[in-house]
């Protein structure tokens, strides 16, 4: 799947939740191709968002590839869920389950016919993964600690894309790098730089005086 990228994935955590219809109307007039789903249980991460029952009613309503991140202890246990609910992609944590049961979930998942991702959190390195990369259609680097939008930027991930280009490169590697977390109009540019195709940006959205604006300023950068 490595096709016009890079590409904004647009993360609605920062969003409001009660005009989900209005932005992805907007998201879609805009041209976005991909919606970013942080899905966050309260117990992998201290923070609780929505689940498989908002994501049906969110692909009932756009067209945009739902980019799904899954932020919750075993997902093993309520993958068929995410399958139900329409996601295209699913990326699941390697730090949300036991190593044993990673390789068993990655070809779950390929077999409903989804993407699959892996994230890692700032202290996990990407060796940590380097057995599964031949098998992934995306690998996630979070570049906040995750649970909440709006965080600022922990610098010292960004090295990590770059690794991850690296082995893509000398490997043959199919995945797609994302980065999630603190992503804005400052930063933007190095992290495609040093190899991300879908950079994630949320509250730099959200929290912004004109979204529309906002959205075109960062697509023209990316271009
Ligand atoms: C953090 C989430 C992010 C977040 C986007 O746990 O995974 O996707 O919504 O980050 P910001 O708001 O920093 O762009
Ligand atoms: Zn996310």
Partial sequence: MKNN???LSVSILNSDMSNLTKTLNLLQKLDIKYVHLDVMDGNFVPNLTFGPAVIKSIRSKTKCILDTHLMIQSPQKTITQYFDAGCDIITFH???LKESDIFKLIKLIKKHNK???ISIKPP???????KYLNYLDLVLVMTVSPGFGGQKIITSCIKKIQ???NLRDKKGYKYIISADGGINEKNVVEIIKKGCDLPVIGSAIFCSKDIDVKIKFLQSLIK
């Fill in 5 to 7: 990228f890079p590409q």
């Fill in 124 to 130: 996990t390195s990407p060796t940590k993964i380097v």
């Fill in 115 to 117: 993407l699959v991702g």
């Fill in 94 to 96: 390697y730090e949300s």
């Fill in 163 to 165: 690794i991850l280009k």
